[in-house]
């Protein structure tokens, strides 16, 4: 997770979008926790 360095296995989808709504969505979207896996227009 780029926020807050959390390493989770990727192959699990699931868990890096659980892991990313323990966030605040507006300030960290799971495009901005994950960029490589979940890639955006949002990502910079």
């Not at 979008?17 to 910079?44: G, M, R």
């Amino acid at each position: 997770c780029a926020n807050c360095r959390k390493e989770i296995v990727n192959t699990n989808i699931k868990q890096l979008e659980v892991h990313a709504e323990t966030h605040d969505q507006k300030l960290w979207p799971k495009e901005k926790c994950w960029p490589k896996d979940f890639p955006s227009t949002a990502a910079e």
